[in-house]
């Protein structure tokens, strides 16, 4: 076995013993009422499209992320989707994301026609690299009248969609202040972060518009789903009939007044949610709890670091990470072999999107710490129930 290897399996057991079993990287926890609300959307018939946990989810969820609207739709990706459309991204513009993110924010930019515009990402914080943003954008921003423009292309910057990786919030305020500037709206990309705080904010509550994500391996799970987040009541409106197959009130029949889409969060999936919810306070408990216990447990190691959360925020620690040195990153693969060999489920990060054969040759910046970053990142097992009683 692989040296390191054998170093970090050392260090993980002695938090999570090995047993036999296997540990999963994230495994959703049902401790709570989510039969019984299940239950009762089948005794009741309510299961689909319409339906009271689908509005107390929505609720709950607007209260927990402190924004004044949540919309729940059918998954993180068609949140995005539809944030992207209240953004105003149409064919042909760009939407900036950051290379190093899962597919679903490249995907849902191009469902539109847009092009995934991408920049690199920062060793602190996993996310969008505010001063390589500004930077780029200082060589190759323009102004037209319809707004912000790439010069090097002629086609318009619709949005910028910070991702917080890992839960890890991105360092926002550089952000906001670029977006200000340029005026671009800002997506939050904010699947993997419900729960998390930069400088006592809440992920999803800080862009014009948020996406949060609820399949089920996230933090919170509905089976499946997602949500838009915004303050604005007209976005709010517009989420709402976009997502439900843009349906009018007119007396008597129903029309719809626009191409819509049927987004919509069945009841069924937010009586899970509304669940989940009550017991969001003990999962990001036990999952910093968990995170501690790494941070510990890998403090002696040389070539190998946990990633602790960025300055000014309080991470949900989705799935817990550590980076080996760049002088052993050759090994990476060996490496992870060996530990979901011994039982311990881990996985590297993403490939940046900039190396997928469908996103390649798209504009960007250069992405040196996206590319180091790639086979230097493990993720190990981060489920909630394992902070718990340890
Ligand atoms: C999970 C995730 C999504 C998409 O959410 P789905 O519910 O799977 O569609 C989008 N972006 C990021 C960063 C994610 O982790």
């Keep these: 076995m692989n040296q390191y290897s054998k170093e970090i399996i050392s260090c993980i057991e002695t938090l999570l013993p090995k047993t036999g079993e296997t540990y999963p990287l994230h495994e959703p926890c049902f401790e709570g009422n989510e039969k019984k609300y299940v239950c009762e959307c089948i005794d009741t018939g309510w299961v689909s499209s319409v339906g009271s946990y689908v509005d107390n989810f929505e609720k709950k969820l607007a209260e927990v992320c402190e924004t004044k609207y949540a919309i729940a739709t059918v998954n993180g990706t068609s949140a995005l989707n539809t944030a992207l459309i209240l953004a105003g991204t149409e064919q042909d513009t760009e939407t900036i994301i950051p290379s190093l993110t899962f597919v679903a924010t490249a995907n849902a930019v191009s469902y539109l026609g847009s092009i995934p515009h991408m920049v690199d990402s920062s060793p602190e914080t996993l996310g969008i690299d505010p001063e390589k943003l500004a930077n780029h954008l200082k060589k190759i921003a323009g102004t037209s009248p319809s707004g912000t423009i790439n010069r090097q292309t002629g086609r318009k910057i619709a949005a910028i969609i910070p991702v917080h990786v890992f839960g890890h919030p991105v360092d926002m305020d550089p952000l906001l202040e670029i977006a200000e500037q340029y005026e671009i709206t800002i997506i939050e990309d904010a699947a993997e972060s419900l729960g998390s705080t930069y400088k006592g904010r809440p992920a999803g509550s800080m862009g014009k518009l948020a996406a949060l994500s609820f399949n089920g391996n996230k933090i919170a799970t509905t089976g499946g789903g997602g949500a838009i987040l915004t303050n604005d009541k007209e976005m709010a409106e517009r989420a709402k009939h976009l997502t439900t197959t843009a349906k009018a009130p007119l007396e008597g029949a129903s029309r719809q007044n626009a191409m819509g889409y049927n987004h919509r969060m069945p009841n069924i999936n937010a009586a899970i949610g509304c669940a989940q919810l009550e017991q969001l306070d003990s999962f990001l408990k036990n999952k910093r709890n968990l995170a ?84 230097r990142i493990i993720n190990l097992p981060s489920s909630a129930k394992l902070g718990a009683h340890s």
């Design 292 to 375: 501690s216990l790494y941070e510990q447990a890998f403090a002696g190691c040389e070539k190998i670091n946990f990633f602790h959360e960025p300055q000014n925020t309080y991470s949900n620690y989705w799935l817990n990470a550590i980076t080996i040195d760049e002088s052993i990153k050759s090994d990476i693969n060996e490496i992870l072999g060996d530990l979901n060999g011994a039982g311990y489920l881990c996985r590297p990060i993403w490939k940046p999107m900039h190396k997928l054969s469908i996103y390649k040759d798209l504009p960007r910046t250069d992405m040196s710490v996206a590319e180091s970053l790639e086979n």
